[in-house]
């Protein structure tokens, strides 16, 4: 699943043709992900090119690297150079992480490697790492600060700076603002100018109420002068457009729109294919009272991305314009051109609910206007009212009250039931049956 980008061919017959030497080359790996549809991606070091000696072994199980005895490096791990060649890593699609059972796999390699060697930095960084791989920040923690502790405060591995940002991030979501703030520091003191550690930085900064601070570290992370291949672990859609994407978004709610709008704008023509910047964008427009921009970017984000998730979210903002017609007529015309079954059921369930809507406004009319129609009883009869009447009676406070079963009841001692009985018993079936 990992794939060579062909420019990097000649350079690598290179060095192969070139004298041995004890040393490794590592390759900037590409990790495509489904996530953001159009704007996941995240890329690593990784040593594939190394001499053929008899001292030099893969080690470890998960993350592996290559081990040499002569080598001065944390782990005895190769000394490495690395050069200008990309491969591209398909591994962590959603069909082949479900398809292989990766997350079980990963877990499982993880959790023996730490019981074999409870003393190494890097495998506990590697459990931690799995753990949030699977969205189980909980889980990360307790290994992700073993790590930490095991490498002590000099160790600048990138896998090391990588899982402290890691960590940040993971304290900042859960609201332990000050501790994500520590964490990201170590981390950039370590590693100066990480653009992971710098966004977990922002996001703990916000959730301090610290303003200014956390929109410096916000454009910090979002500046196009980063170099990310000088890191071993880095998410390059933090400087491309997560950034800005978070620093308009965060803008957007303190109501500086002016400043929100072109931090989305900015996100926007960095990653052009990324529809949750253009559903943030859109979100912003409304947010700052400018409906019909709000509309149109909505109906962009749809003819760009035509999913559910796009045709929910216009749906919505429709229905947030009191526009139930018009919400529903758009998620007819959208459900063709859905592509999967799932989605196509997730159009007709928003769909059903909103007939539902209409019809219990529709009910709820009738039961006013049948409640209202129902004759008064006469003033002589008011103190002994006939038995026919005093059933009316009760009908018309039972429907006022909701009781429908006692009204269905009622309804059925009438001795002579009329057209305005009929309607009653429709209604009375109607909500019942809800």
């Known amino acids: 699943d990992e794939i060579l980008l062909p420019e990097g061919a000649p350079f690598l017959r290179a060095i192969v043709a070139s004298e041995s030497r004890r040393i490794g080359f590592n390759l900037r790996c590409i990790n495509e992900v489904d996530e953001h549809h159009g704007g996941g991606e995240t890329s690593h070091l990784v040593l594939r090119l190394f001499?053929?000696?008899?001292?030099l072994r893969f080690v470890q199980p998960l993350h592996e690297y290559?081990?040499?005895?002569a080598s001065p490096l944390p782990g005895g791990v190769i000394r490495g150079a690395t050069i200008d060649v990309t491969i591209r890593h398909r591994g962590y699609l959603k069909s082949v992480v479900v398809g292989r059972k990766k997350r079980e796999r990963n877990l499982a390699i993880a959790k023996m490697a730490v019981e074999r060697h409870p003393d190494d930095a890097f495998h506990w960084y590697g459990l931690g790492q799995t753990y949030g791989f699977a969205s189980q920040r909980q889980e990360a923690k307790q290994p992700l600060e073993r790590m930490r502790e095991l490498a002590g405060p000099d160790d600048k591995r990138g896998i090391i700076v990588h899982g402290i940002a890691l960590l940040a991030e993971i304290y900042a979501l859960e609201g332990d603002a000050l501790l994500a703030e520590e964490r990201a520091r170590d981390a950039l003191r370590r590693s100066p100018g990480y653009p992971n550690a710098l966004f977990a930085l922002a996001m703990a900064l916000k959730r301090q109420g610290r303003v200014e601070e956390a929109i410096a570290a916000y454009r910090d992370a979002s500046a196009q002068e980063i170099n990310t291949a000088k890191y071993a672990v880095v998410d390059d859609q933090i400087c491309a457009w997560k950034a800005s994407c978070d620093l308009g978004v965060y803008l957007s709610e303190l109501e500086r729109f002016d400043e929100a709008l072109a931090e989305l704008r900015l996100a926007i023509s960095r990653a052009p294919d990324v529809m949750t910047v253009r559903i943030n964008y859109a979100h912003a427009l409304e947010r700052a009272a400018r409906f019909e921009e709000a509309e149109q970017a909505f109906?962009?984000?749809f003819e760009r991305h035509p999913v559910a998730q796009s045709t929910l979210q216009h749906a919505n903002f429709l229905l947030r314009r009191l526009r139930r017609d018009d919400a529903l007529r758009f998620l007819e015309t959208a459900a063709p051109r859905m592509t999967t079954e799932r989605e196509r059921n997730a159009l007709i369930e928003a769909r059903t609910q909103l007939f539902a809507l209409n019809?219990?406004?529709a009910v709820q009319r009738l039961s006013a206007e049948i409640a209202g129609a129902l004759p008064g009883i006469p003033?002589?009869?008011?103190?002994?009212?006939?038995?026919?009447?005093a059933t009316r009676r009760d009908i018309v406070a039972a429907l006022q009250e909701n009781r429908w079963g006692d009204a269905a009841d009622l309804l059925l001692r009438l001795a002579v039931p009329g057209a305005e009985e009929d309607r009653m018993r429709l209604l009375c079936a109607f909500r019942l049956g809800e």
């Open 299 to 301: 109906i962009e984000t």
């Open 66 to 69: 290559i081990f040499d005895p």
């Open 379 to 389: 003033a002589e009869a008011a103190t002994q009212p006939s038995p026919e009447e």
């Open 51 to 55: 001499p053929n000696h008899p001292e």
């Open 359 to 361: 019809a219990a406004d």
